[in-house]
């Protein structure tokens, strides 16, 4: 079975009208327009219910993201972080 999470298509966000900006939880405040999305979930990767009933993401290797911390991207959405002195970054697959 296939891991998805939905998140926020932002257009026009303020400093950044001319790219698309990734959010997970609420629309970009500034954004003109937002349209929800589902994204699968990287296999490896899971994710969890915190005490706040939020997604917390955990890598292969045991590290513990919020979703906004690894959003990124403009045409297509993205985890992009760092691990060990490496940068990474994985293309989420649209649902």
């Given at each position: 079975?296939?891991k998805t999470?939905?998140?926020?298509?932002?257009?026009?966000?303020?400093?950044?009208?001319?790219?698309?900006?990734?959010t997970?939880?609420a629309?970009?405040?500034?954004?003109?327009?937002?349209?929800?999305?589902k994204?699968?979930?990287?296999?490896?990767?899971?994710?969890?219910?915190?005490?706040?009933r939020?997604?917390?993401?955990?890598?292969?290797?045991?590290?513990?993201?919020?979703?906004n911390?690894?959003l990124?991207g403009?045409?297509?959405?993205?985890?992009?972080?760092y691990?060990?002195g490496?940068?990474?970054?994985?293309?989420?697959?649209?649902?």
């Amino acid at each position: 079975m296939k891991k998805t999470m939905e998140i926020y298509k932002n257009y026009g966000c303020l400093a950044a009208e001319k790219r698309i900006i990734y959010t997970y939880g609420a629309e970009q405040p500034t954004a003109v327009c937002s349209e929800k999305i589902k994204v699968e979930i990287p296999e490896g990767w899971e994710a969890e219910k915190d005490s706040s009933r939020d997604i917390i993401l955990v890598s292969p290797w045991g590290r513990r993201y919020e979703p906004n911390d690894l959003l990124d991207g403009n045409e297509t959405p993205c985890f992009y972080g760092y691990h060990n002195g490496s940068s990474f970054k994985i293309i989420l697959k649209i649902d």
